[in-house]
T-cell receptor, first 114, second 110 residues
Framework: AAGVIQSPRHLIKEKRETATLKCYPI?????VYWYQQGPGQDPQFLIS???????DKGSIPDRFSAQQFSDYHSELNMSSLELGDSALYFC?????????????FGPGTRLTVL | LAKTTQPISMDSYEGQEVNITCSHN???????ITWYQQFPSQGPRFIIQ???TKVTNEVASLFIPADRKSSTLSLPRVSLSDTAVYYC???????????FGPGTRLSVLP
């Protein structure tokens, strides 16, 4: 079965640079979520989209923005990167039509800011 | 959003049944209780979800008392591969974000 695809899997950036993370949800899923997980920490919800519209907003910094495109893929844009942005970034997708609306997580993008 | 409280860590031995309890005192009427499992450097994985009473699937059972202010995830006969962090989440099923609180780090010993 198709899973959530994230790219790139690893990314190394310098401070103050920008980064773009991509997420391709499971086909026919209508909701995409973004999470940030720092070393030894729990996943922190950043933002979600339902049918290409922003649905909920969590602890996403103002330096970050995200959008969902017409083909349902989503991108997380990160600017003025800081050392503290080094983390695993997970994308998840779900469908409200499914009984449990469970979130299916991708493999994550490991961002390292030097 | 409902806040959840779980034990920080638990130890168990292979073959034992493990019960992890989560408190969610301010759960809303339309909130569901969902449990996820996470291995290091991997995304969380759905285990089970319930609204009330008892739910069972092929990997776990979820017990929810009538007041729904707590829930217990039961893992029968754990193995070493069940060593992971387990998260209890509370939220509705309309795409509302689920807040991952501090999970329970389960260590299964041989």
């Amino acid at each position: 079965a198709a899973g959530v695809i994230q790219s790139p899997r690893h990314l190394i950036k310098e401070k103050r640079e920008t980064a773009t993370l991509k997420c391709y949800p499971i086909p026919r899923h209508d909701t995409v979520y973004w999470y940030q997980q720092g070393p030894g920490q729990d996943p922190q919800f950043l933002i979600s989209f339902y049918e290409k519209m922003q649905s909920d907003k969590g602890s996403i910094p103002d330096r970050f923005s995200a959008q969902q495109f017409s083909d349902y893929h989503s991108e997380l844009n990160m600017s003025s990167l800081e050392l503290g942005d080094s983390a695993l970034y997970f994308c998840a997708s779900s469908s409200r039509k499914q009984r449990y609306n469970e979130q299916f997580f991708g493999p994550g993008t490991r961002l390292t800011v030097l | 959003l409902a806040k959840t409280t779980q034990p920080i860590s638990m130890d168990s031995y292979e073959g034992q049944e493990v019960n992890i309890t989560c408190s969610h005192n301010n759960i809303a009427t339309n909130d569901y209780i969902t449990w996820y499992q996470q291995f290091p450097s991997q995304g969380p994985r759905f285990i089970i979800q319930g609204y009330k009473t008892k739910v069972t699937n092929e990997v776990a059972s979820l017990f929810i008392p009538a007041d729904r202010k707590s829930s217990t995830l039961s893992l029968p006969r754990v193995s070493l591969s069940d060593t992971a962090v387990y998260y209890c989440l509370v939220g509705n099923n309309y795409g509302q974000n689920f807040v991952f609180g501090p999970g329970t780090r389960l260590s299964v010993l041989p």
